[in-house]
């Protein structure tokens, strides 16, 4: 049976795209645009960071469109824009709420 590798180029993104997803942040940031669009101020508030600092973050994400935003007046609200993303995240935390919890993984 002849093995089937990923495609060089794909993987060097995805590789990049974890990257990007290695920080508990930005992973947190995921989490709570899913659930509801917010600006830089109210992500702030809520993270309890400089909302430079997460403007820059939220730059990053944007460049691996995991991110989108949309402005409103001077307001900039931003989003979670993939739902692959978003079940990915998923499935890393359900992944480790059964190591922390010492749980059986399913099949």
Known sequence: ????FIDKEQLIAAAKLAKV???PLRIQILHLLNQQTMTVGEL??????????LSHTLKKMRE????????AGKEIYYS???????ETVQRLLDH???VLQNAPHHD
């Not at 469109?65 to 402005?71: A, K, T, Y």
């Open 1 to 4: 049976m002849a093995l089937d």
């Open 21 to 23: 997803l290695g920080h």
């Open 44 to 53: 702030a508030h809520l993270l309890n960071v400089e909302q430079s600092s």
């Open 64 to 71: 691996f469109q995991l991110v989108s935003q949309r402005r």
């Open 80 to 86: 979670a824009t993939d739902s692959h993303i978003i």
């Open 96 to 98: 480790e709420a059964h």
